[in-house]
């Protein structure tokens, strides 16, 4: 009797145990310190997470990097739950203040992003994609859309009602560095 219940006993516990499913920034911490695990000065800051973003079992997690060779950069990072395990799918980046303006995941689904730091931009889209802007800092804010469709235009909206599609490289900024 006493050995059924031991084994009873270890059944519950392990399939408690089981049960205790990783959350989404569980996940992302320990990703983090794995990846940079030899790092020194390396210091990373979560910033917004949203589960669901695209279909069930999948999240995104919007980061910021403080990194003393390349300084701080914005990274977004496209996650997926299979088989009750989260896998980091892929990653886009960008520096403020960057000639480079945004960047799309070169596959499905394509989240478009980039960081911001006009404060005249209220509104941004990426085809007819309405942008999550998130404010980061003081004069930091970062947009993400997410869309179905490859290559569409970004438009960004100001606070006057004027619209400006918005190329993904300002070559003009670009040359003046």
């Not at 003393?68 to 990653?91: C, F, M, P, S, V």
């Not at 499905?108 to 800092?137: C, H, L, R, W």
């Not at 947009?143 to 235009?153: F, L, Q, R």
Request: hydrophobic share 35%; glycine share 4%.
């Amino acid at each position: 009797m006493r050995n059924i219940c031991t084994a009873v006993l270890l059944c519950i516990v392990t399939l408690v145990g089981c049960s205790i499913e990783q959350t989404l920034e569980e996940y992302f911490h320990q990703k983090m310190k794995q990846m940079h695990k030899d790092e020194k000065n390396f210091s990373y800051s979560l910033v917004h997470t949203e589960l669901n973003a695209v279909h069930e079992n999948d999240g995104i997690v919007v980061f910021e990097e403080h990194n003393n060779h390349q300084g701080d950069q914005i990274y977004i990072a496209y996650l997926e739950k299979e088989e009750q395990q989260w896998e980091w799918k892929r990653t886009r980046g960008a520096k403020w203040n960057s000639p480079v303006k945004w960047s799309s995941m070169n596959q499905p689904p394509y989240i478009y992003s980039g960081a911001i730091s006009d404060n005249s931009i209220t509104e941004v889209y990426a085809g007819n994609q309405s942008a999550k802007i998130i404010q980061v800092e003081e004069d930091k804010r970062f947009w993400y859309a997410i869309s179905s469709i490859k290559d569409v235009k970004v438009k960004m909206v100001k606070e006057d009602g004027s619209e400006e599609f918005m190329e993904e490289i300002n070559y003009e900024e670009l040359e003046n560095q």
